[in-house]
Structure formats: C-alpha cells, structure tokens
C-alpha cells in the first residue's frame, strides 16, 4: 500500500468562478433560473458576463472549493480537473496551486475554453449560477490514470456529481474508485445539485451501490434520489448501501449516519448571512477531512459546520480567514 500523502483527492470540474451582486429583476430580466444552477453555452456566458455586476472572479469548481477548505483547515489535497490552455486555464492553475493544492491535470488544448461559473447573487444569499462547462466536463479516464499515484496516497477520493454528465466522466469516475479501493482507500461522492439527480438517478444508484463508501447531499437531493418526501426514510436508505452518510438541512444543521448511528449536529450561528455559494462545499471539507483523521462522527460534523458557517458569511466559495483556527478554537485538535 502506498503511504498517504493527502487526506483528499477531488476529481471535478474546474471553473473559475464570477461572483457579482443581482437582484431579483435582474435574474428575471435576463431569464436567470434562481437559486440553482443553470448549463449555457459560450455565447450566453460571454452575454451575461457582460451585463452582470461588477465582481470578483477566481477558480473555483465545486470539488475544488472543497480542497480548497481542507487545505485552509491544515489538511493536505490534491485536484483532478481540466482547464484548457488559455488564460482562464492558468488563472485556474496558479490560483488553486497558490492554496497549496496539488494539481498536475495536462490542459485542454485546441478543444473549448476554459469553463467559468457567473454567480448572480441576490440580497437573500441565494445564489443563481450559468455555468458554461467548456473544457471542465473533458476528464477522461487518461486523467484520472495520470493521477493514480496520488489517488493511491490519499486518504479519500472525493467525486464531484456536477461531472457527472457525460459518459466518459462516469468512466472516469468508476477508475477513481477502483483505484482507491485498490490502495485500500475511500471513495466519497456529492450528489452536487437537485437537477444532477434527477438527470442522473439510476446511474447515480449504481454508483452508490458499487464504488461510494461516503456520500454527501443535502436534503432536497437525497429525498429525490430516493424519490420519497420522508427525509429519515431517504437517509436510511442511502445508509444501506454506504459506510457513512452526511446530509445538510440548511439553518438546521446536518444528519450523519455511520454504522446504524445516527448523530444530528446544528448549523453553527452567522452574524450575518451574505452568501449561501460554497456552503455545501466547505461543509464536505470539514467533514470529510474529519472522517480522513479519524475523528467522531459528532466532531467531523462539527468541522464541516463550522467551515460553512465561516464560507457564508462573506461573499465568494473560498474561506477568507483559516479554518485551522476556528476548529481548534472549538476544542477539536486534528
């Protein structure tokens, strides 16, 4: 087995993130889906791009946000994800590696550029995001076999739902968690969204059964996998096919099961709430770098609370202040 070097690896799509102010007779005026995210092509992110408000732009990308938290939080990552070689591409690149993250994807080159995700965020903290995918949605099976050595020195292997639209990112998919599981590693997978579940349930289902011993979700997107509005049915459910599941419910924390024990964790308190964008994702970084060093299933609950509370009490899917030092300040030492 090869030793750890990482707690997690994360195979996603990297976006590098537009972040502006919006208000609702913005989204509506430009047909702006709220609150979710919506797929566009080049020409309409070019068109938004140009209408939206003044903001703030750096690479983002669900799963890349995550390791984005466990590295703020003191842990070690690495990133399987396609930029293309464009400028986009090495604003990505430099930014992600300047958080200490390794990441040695080859880019993209004569394909699509590189993708961008133009969040409109509105006075409530909803955010609505038109997300082109260009190179993002390009991981093949050769990128995650690029990266097997660091798939088998990590501790977890996270996968990103939002890939999981083309045929050859569920075969990418599927290497990663032959590969972790034989390096004796663990295989973790966000459900990402409501809409990647009900494109993707059945393949989704599959996956879980097979290949995923940690799933995260919240609780819209775990009810519509299982397509039942009885929340601790869904759970329980989920429970059966995997080692650990951590569901998020918002203001009122999150459910965690492991081994038939089931602990329920409340949100951590926010002055004031700016930005819900990246709470899902520092949730899964706290909790999953938790489960990596073998804390409790309370504890790693706990981290991933704290590490959404911090993300959303600001604008942008990135910490802005360490992690590391909130969860020691809550009395948990990793």
């Known amino acids: 087995m090869s030793s750890i070097k990482y707690d997690v690896i994360a195979v996603g799509n990297a976006i590098v993130d537009v972040l502006a102010p919006a208000t609702d007779a913005f989204l509506e005026e430009l047909n702006i889906p709220k609150n979710a995210m919506n797929l566009i092509d080049e020409d309409r992110a070019t068109s938004l791009y140009a209408a939206m ?71 409530d903290a909803a955010r609505s995001m038109s997300t082109f995918l260009g190179a993002a949605g390009l991981v093949t099976a050769a990128d995650v076999e690029a990266g097997a050595d660091a798939i088998a020195a990590s501790r977890i292997v996270y996968l990103e739902g939002y890939l999981f639209d083309r045929d050859e990112a569920k075969t990418s998919f599927v290497r990663a968690a032959e590969l972790a599981a034989s390096a004796g590693r663990k295989t973790a997978l966000t459900l990402s969204d409501l809409f990647c579940v009900e494109r993707h349930r059945d393949a989704f289902k599959d996956l879980i059964a097979n290949h995923i011993d940690i799933l995260l979700a919240n609780d819209a997107e775990i009810k519509a996998l299982y397509q039942t509005e009885d929340f601790d049915a869904a759970v329980q459910m989920a429970a059966k096919h995997v080692e650990v599941v951590a ?79 909130h969860i020691s300040d809550a009395g948990i030492a990793l």
Do not use: W
Request: glycine share 14%.
């Open 53 to 123: 408000a003044a903001g703030k732009e750096a690479s983002g990308g669900s799963a890349a946000n995550t390791v984005a938290g466990v590295a703020s939080l003191g842990g070690s990552a690495a990133y399987v994800g396609k930029v293309a070689d464009d400028q986009l591409g090495e604003i990505f690149t430099h930014d992600i590696r300047a958080i200490g993250v390794d990441f040695n994807t080859p880019p993209l080159k004569g394909g699509p550029a590189t993708a961008r995700c133009l969040i409109n965020v509105t006075p």
């Open 247 to 325: 569901v998020t419910r918002g203001a009122d924390g999150a459910v965690m099961v492991r081994d038939g024990n089931t602990v329920s964790i409340p949100a951590e308190p926010v002055d004031t709430l700016v930005d819900t964008t990246g709470a899902g994702d520092l949730f899964a970084a706290g909790f999953l770098l938790g489960i990596a060093r073998e804390q409790s299933l309370e504890n790693a609950g706990k981290m991933g609370a704290i590490s959404a509370a911090e993300v959303i009490s600001h604008y942008g899917a990135r910490p802005e202040s360490e992690l590391n030092a």
